[in-house]
């Protein structure tokens, strides 16, 4: 009787210690489609609560495809288990690898957290990342909280890979986040504009002096 309401004590104790337990915001499903294409994911949680671990050193992996096949999002949602003690599981997103099946060249993409609540916990290892987020076709970075904006280069048909870092917390409403993907075209340029609209007008008048002559005869 002794020995049994020793350990029950014990048990307690280490329960209340936290030692051993689970880390929190631990990601447990991952789920990815949407109107821009399909994809598949999954993650690797080898150390919770390790916020602010370094580059490869982190064994919590995030391994993510998408394929796109219009120049519309595509969301990887994340469901996530809290426990205890409370705190934030850093996971490293070592190749995020995209593909692009549009037919045309990209001239940025972007990566958004949501939901966007500022200071909630939930970022892109911000404002301090270790690593800095990669890309293996843009060579500029604007690195937010809650967005990865990235230009400065072009995405012709094909895969391109990235790598980024995402702070999970405990106490996400609803249980999960989502990681949106959405690439963006080249915009029609200026040039082009002013020569449609002249080339307009050089019609419209050819249609009028046309009209006009017709008229007189």
Known sequence: MRTARLVAILGV????????AAGAGTITGTAVAGPGGFGSGSTVTGLPNNDDS????????????????????IDAVFTVADSTPAGTTEYFATNVTVNN???VT??????QLIPTTAGDGLDFD????NPTPTSSSFTVLVHGEDTIDWSGGAVPPGPTFFSLSI????????????LRSVPTVPEPST?????????????YGWWRRNRANRAGD
């Open 54 to 73: 370094v580059g490869f050193g982190n064994t919590n992996n995030i391994i993510l495809s998408e394929t796109f096949a219009s120049i519309a999002p």
């Open 167 to 178: 702070d999970v917390p405990d106490g996400l409403a609803g249980g999960t986040f989502t």
């Open 106 to 111: 990209w001239t940025d993409f972007h990566f």
């Open 101 to 103: 099946n549009t037919g």
């Open 13 to 20: 104790i280490f329960l209340a210690s936290g030692v051993g």
């Open 126 to 129: 911000f404002p301090t990342p």
């Open 191 to 203: 040039a082009a504009i002013v020569g449609s609209g002249l080339l307009s007008l050089f019609g």
